[in-house]
């Protein structure tokens, strides 16, 4: 079973990326914020990895930090949950974020989320509740902060939903009205919400 992979970033499709590692070219399905953080082709990256088996496939899923690894594989655990709705939840909201969420019991804040109703946040707040804490360092609120300069995050978003199949013109929309953040992960956040209640 794969647990982690260092190696060069050689290409992009969707949201997989292709990872080679000693002349072993690695698929693997990454999340927009962990897309974001990896860089461009020909980058030497490490991820996190969640080896995915079921009888008729076997999938690679890619985080930037251990902390969102965790967080995966319990919301994997949690009912009525897969792997791409687990990667829904952990793009608008991260770990750190998610531990606040489910302590504050804030259903909105999850029904945020594309594919979460109301119903499925009630059930995810009990199945998370006794499991998160222990899976996510350091308080609520104490997410890490990447500043770039403004323009510079406004294209790391383009290209991060560009890579997810998003057009132009859906881009162009889900960054409109963006708060001005200089934080590309904060600004990928906004617009995947936004791209999720049009």
């Known amino acids: 079973m794969i647990g982690s992979l260092r190696g060069t970033l050689t290409e992009r499709w969707g949201n997989e990326v292709l990872i080679e590692v000693a002349g072993l070219g690695h698929r693997v399905v990454v999340g927009p914020t962990t897309s974001l953080e990896l860089g461009e082709a020909g980058t030497e990256v490490f991820v996190y990895v969640h080896d995915h088996v079921r009888e008729d496939a076997r999938t690679l899923f890619g985080f930037a930090t251990v902390e969102e690894l965790r967080c995966f594989e319990v919301l994997l655990a949690a009912h009525g949950v897969g792997p791409a709705l687990a990667q829904a939840i952990l793009a608008v909201h991260p ?54 300069g403004t323009n510079a995050a406004h294209d790391d978003v383009r290209a991060a939903l560009a890579n997810l199949g998003y057009g132009p013109d859906e881009v162009a929309a889900a960054l409109e009205g963006a708060d001005g953040s200089d934080d590309a992960q904060v600004l990928l956040r906004q617009a995947l919400v936004r791209l999720g209640s049009s």
């Open 95 to 148: 770990p750190a974020a998610l531990q606040r969420v489910v302590a504050d019991e804030d259903l909105a804040g999850l029904c945020q989320v594309p594919g979460v109703g109301k119903k499925t946040a009630q059930r995810l707040l009990i199945d998370l509740r006794p499991r998160l804490a222990d899976v996510v360092g350091g308080t609520p609120g104490d997410e890490p902060v990447a500043v770039v």
